[in-house]
C-alpha cells in the first residue's frame, strides 16, 4: 500500500473541533439506545403483551445493525461520506419514531404492538449500523492516523460515558415517565446532531459513476442474518438446541453464503467487501483480535449486572453506577493512550498490553462469589477496563492503517463488524455455559424437582428471590455466583489469545506523521 495523493490531509484541527460534537452526539445515540431500552424493556412487554417474544426486540435491532454494518461503509467510500452518514441519522430517527408508536392508536391498539416494535426496531438498527461506522469513516477522511489516536481516545470515552448514562437514563425514563420515551428521546438529540453536522461537515466530493455490487450485498445479508439469529437462538430456552434442525440448516446457510461470497466478490467491480483488504497481515490479525476482544468482553460483562442486582442486591438503576470504575479506567486509558500514539507514532504495544491485562481482569472476576464485596468487585472490573481502554480504539486505529485511503470505510465498518459478531457469538456460548452451570449446580444442591422448580417461574428476579425460603435462596445465590464466574473463567480462554495475536502485528508507521510529511515515501505493505 503506498501513500498516495488519496491519502488524508495534515488535520483540519478547527473544522474537526467544530463538526466533533455532532459526530460525538450521534455516535452516542448508537450506544446509549440499547441501554436505555434494555432497562424500559419489563415495561414494555408488560404494557404490550409480549413476554414471549420480547427477546425479538434484541434479535431485530442487532440483525439490522449487524447486516447493514458492513453496506454503510462501502457506500460512504462510493458515495461520500456525508450524505450516506446523514442518511443513516434520519433512518434511525424514523425508526425511533415508529418504535415509540408501537402499539398506539395511531396504528391500531396494542393487538400487533409487539409485532409492529420488533420491525420498527429493525429499521431503527439499519440506522444505527451507519453510525458508528461513519463516525470513524468521517474522521478517518479529515485527520491522518497519526493525529487520530487522540480523537478516537475521545470516541472511547464517549462510548464508556453511554454505557453508564445509558442504564440511569432507562431507569430514569421507565419510572418517572411513558417507556415510550425511551425511544422518544432519541429525536432532539439525533436532530440537534443532523443538523449541525448537515450545516457544517465538508467533506470532499466522490466520483458519480458507480456500479453497486448488489448481489454481493444480498448474500452477505444472508449470510450475517444465519449468524446473528445462531447466535441468537442457539441453546437459549427461547431458541433451539444446538443440535436442532433449525440451527443446524442456519450453520449450512452461513457457510454456503460465505463459500459463494467470496467468488462473486472477485468477479464484483466495485465489491461490497474487497477481498484484497485481507492480504494485508495486519489487517487480518487485527480483526482477530477485535473479533476476540468482543468474544470476550461483550460476552462475558453482560453477566456483571446479573451478578450486581441478584447476588449483591443492587438495584438496576444502581447497577450502572456500579460499572463507574470499568468505565472510568476505560476512558483514562483510552484518551492517555490517544495522546501517546500522536505524540509517538507508536501504537504496537497498546493491543499486547492491553490483552493481558484484560485477561487478568477476566481472572480476578473468577474469584467473584457470594461474600464478595462491592468493592472488592469494583477493582476487578477496573482492572478490566484498563485492558479495554487499550483495546478499544487501537483495534479501529489499525485497521485503518492497514488499507488505502479509498478503502477506509470498508476498514472502520470491518472492524465494527468482525467485534459485533465475536460479541454475539460470546454471548450466546457465555449463555450456554452459565445455563448449564446453573442447571448442574442447582441439581446437585436441590434434586431434579427442586432445580426445575427453582430455575423456572421467574425466579432470575431480586423480587421473587427475596420470596423464596432462606436455605433455597442462599443455594440459588451459591449455584448463581459459581456460573458466573465459571463465564469468566471461560472469558480467559479468548482474552489470552489477543495479546498474542497482537504480538504478530507489525509497526507500519501511521500516514500523517512527520517523517512522511516531510517526503514522499511509501508504507511498507505487508
Known amino acids: 500500500m503506498s501513500e498516495t495523493a488519496a491519502s488524508p490531509p495534515p488535520a483540519r484541527s478547527r473544522e474537526v473541533m467544530i463538526i466533533l460534537p455532532g459526530l460525538l452526539l450521534a455516535m452516542m445515540l448508537a450506544f446509549l439506545d440499547n441501554m436505555i431500552v434494555g432497562t424500559a424493556m419489563p415495561r414494555i412487554v408488560g404494557e404490550l403483551n409480549g413476554l414471549e417474544y420480547f427477546t425479538w426486540v434484541t434479535t431485530a435491532y442487532i440483525l439490522g445493525t449487524t447486516v447493514s454494518t458492513p453496506i454503510w461503509g462501502k457506500l460512504g467510500d462510493l458515495y461520500g461520506r456525508k450524505t450516506v452518514f446523514l442518511t443513516s441519522i434520519v433512518i434511525f430517527l424514523v425508526g ?27 429499521i431503527q438498527g439499519l440506522g444505527a449500523g451507519g453510525l458508528i461506522v461513519g463516525v470513524m469513516a468521517i474522521i478517518g477522511d479529515l485527520v491522518p492516523p497519526r493525529e487520530r489516536g487522540q480523537y478516537q481516545g475521545i470516541m472511547a470515552a464517549i462510548m464508556s460515558l453511554a454505557m453508564i448514562a445509558g442504564p440511569l437514563a432507562g431507569g430514569f425514563i421507565t419510572d418517572h415517565l411513558d417507556w415510550r420515551w425511551a425511544f422518544y428521546v432519541n429525536l432532539p438529540l439525533g436532530g440537534v446532531s443532523l443538523v449541525w453536522l448537515w450545516l457544517k461537515l465538508d467533506l470532499p466530493k466522490k466520483r458519480t459513476e458507480h456500479r453497486i455490487d448488489w448481489f454481493g450485498a444480498i448474500i452477505l445479508t444472508v449470510g450475517i442474518t444465519a ?18 434442525w433449525q440451527i443446524i440448516g442456519l450453520g449450512v446457510l452461513a457457510v454456503v453464503s460465505f463459500a459463494a461470497f467470496i467468488p462473486v466478490e472477485r468477479r464484483a467491480p466495485e465489491p461490497i467487501m474487497p477481498l484484497h483488504v485481507f492480504k494485508d497481515r495486519n489487517f487480518n490479525l487485527i480483526s482477530g483480535v477485535g473479533f476476540l476482544l468482543g468474544f470476550a468482553m461483550f460476552g462475558a ?23 463507574l470504575p470499568m468505565m ?8 492517555y493512550v490517544g495522546k501517546r500514539i500522536t505524540a509517538t507514532g507508536k501504537y504496537k504495544a497498546f493491543p499486547v498490553i492491553g490483552g493481558v491485562i484484560m485477561a487478568i481482569g477476566m481472572g480476578l472476576l473468577t474469584l467473584m462469589d457470594v461474600s464478595t464485596p462491592l ?3 469494583g477493582v476487578f472490573i477496573a482492572v478490566l477496563g484498563l485492558g479495554m481502554g487499550f483495546l478499544m480504539q487501537t483495534t479501529m486505529l489499525i485497521a485503518q ?17 468482525f467485534r459485533s459478531i465475536g460479541g454475539s457469538f460470546g ?27 427453582v430455575a423456572s417461574g421467574g425466579q432470575m428476579s431480586p423480587a421473587a428471590l427475596a ?42 508507521p501511521l500516514r500523517g506523521g512527520p517523517e512522511q510529511l516531510s517526503k514522499e515515501e511509501p508504507v511498507a505493505a505487508l
Open 467 to 508: 420470596q423464596l425460603p432462606p436455605q433455597i435462596k442462599t443455594g440459588f445465590l451459591e449455584s448463581l455466583a459459581g456460573a458466573i464466574s465459571g463465564v469468566f473463567l471461560w472469558a480467559i480462554v479468548f482474552a489470552v489469545v489477543v495479546p498474542i495475536l497482537a504480538a504478530f502485528i507489525k509497526e507500519v
Open 301 to 323: 460483562i453482560s453477566f456483571l449486572p446479573l451478578f450486581q442486582q441478584l447476588v449483591q442486591g443492587a438495584t438496576a438503576t444502581n447497577s450502572g453506577l456500579l460499572l
Open 401 to 417: 492503517n492497514s488499507v488505502e485511503q479509498k478503502d477506509l470505510g470498508v476498514a472502520s465498518s470491518a472492524s465494527t463488524f
Open 96 to 122: 425511533s419514531a415508529l418504535c415509540g408508536m408501537a402499539g398506539s392508536s395511531f396504528f391500531g391498539g396494542v393487538d400487533n404492538g409487539m409485532t409492529e416494535l420488533i420491525a420498527f426496531r429493525a
Open 375 to 377: 468493592w472488592q468487585t
Open 328 to 335: 472510568a479506567a476505560s476512558m483514562v486509558v483510552s484518551l
Open 427 to 453: 454471548v450466546a456460548l457465555f449463555g450456554a455455559v452459565f445455563n448449564n452451570h446453573l442447571a448442574d449446580s442447582l441439581r446437585e444442591k436441590f434434586g431434579e424437582r427442586s432445580a426445575d422448580m
Open 227 to 244: 449468524l446473528v439469529l445462531i447466535t441468537s437462538w442457539g441453546g437459549q430456552s427461547h431458541g433451539y438446541p444446538w443440535g436442532s
